[in-house]
């Protein structure tokens, strides 16, 4: 069987995510996201791992092949690294393949991750391009990557969350297509028990 995998905070999770995992599935068997506690190169996240969890699992719920794995946000450390990830991945299936789904915004940053030489040994990454970017810049790199090009949505979590912190009642609205309605609901109610 062929596995991909995405990690991240997914704070919060949006319909780029969900559109990275469709599009995903034409090339694998199973799609896992797998929520981290706290991203290595970032101080704290909005939303709690709780609320990340549930507004994954509405997100994923009517996507058939779509798993959410919380070995990172089981985890005892505070911060995981995508090595001891993608380990607890190959123990778990040890009979298929395991590829790492990167964003073209996260790929740039490879180098500075603990062990990359040794992930891209482990696994074979797959880098989903972003609207609007040059992937032909990352093609020409000898790392054999497989591209996969996302759905043409341009959204990212801290936008979401910027509109959703927003005092300006046409910002906080302007994040709903950004999300599915299961989420943005729940951000809604989420947002009123704040006050």
């Given at each position: 069987m062929k596995i991909f995998f995405l990690g991240g905070t997914f704070d919060p999770p949006h319909l780029g995510h969900l559109g990275i995992s469709k599009v995903c599935l034409n090339h694998c068997d199973k799609f896992i996201f797998i929520p981290s506690k706290q991203n290595p190169f970032k101080n704290s996240s909005y939303f709690s791992c709780l609320d990340r969890v549930e507004m994954l699992k509405m997100m994923t719920s009517k996507v058939p092949n779509v798993e959410i794995d919380l070995f990172e946000i089981n985890s005892r450390s505070r911060v995981n690294y995508s090595i001891d990830t993608i380990k607890y991945l190959k123990d778990k299936y040890p009979h298929d393949s395991i590829h790492m789904v990167l964003g073209q915004d996260i790929i740039g940053s490879r180098y500075d991750w603990k062990d990359w030489p040794k992930i891209k040994?482990?696994?074979?990454?797959?880098?989903?391009?972003?609207?609007?970017?040059?992937?032909?810049?990352?093609?020409?790199?000898?790392?054999?990557?497989?591209?996969?090009?996302?759905?043409?949505?341009?959204?990212?979590?801290?936008?979401?969350r910027e509109k959703f912190l927003s005092a300006d009642s046409d910002q906080f609205l302007s994040m709903q297509p950004m999300l599915d309605d299961d989420v943005f609901k729940y951000m809604v109610d989420n947002k009123k028990c704040q006050h």
């Open positions: 040994r482990m696994v074979d990454i797959v880098c989903v391009s972003r609207p609007g970017s040059n992937s032909h810049s990352l093609k020409i790199e000898k790392e054999p990557f497989l591209f996969i090009d996302s759905l043409d949505l341009d959204v990212s979590s801290s936008l979401i």
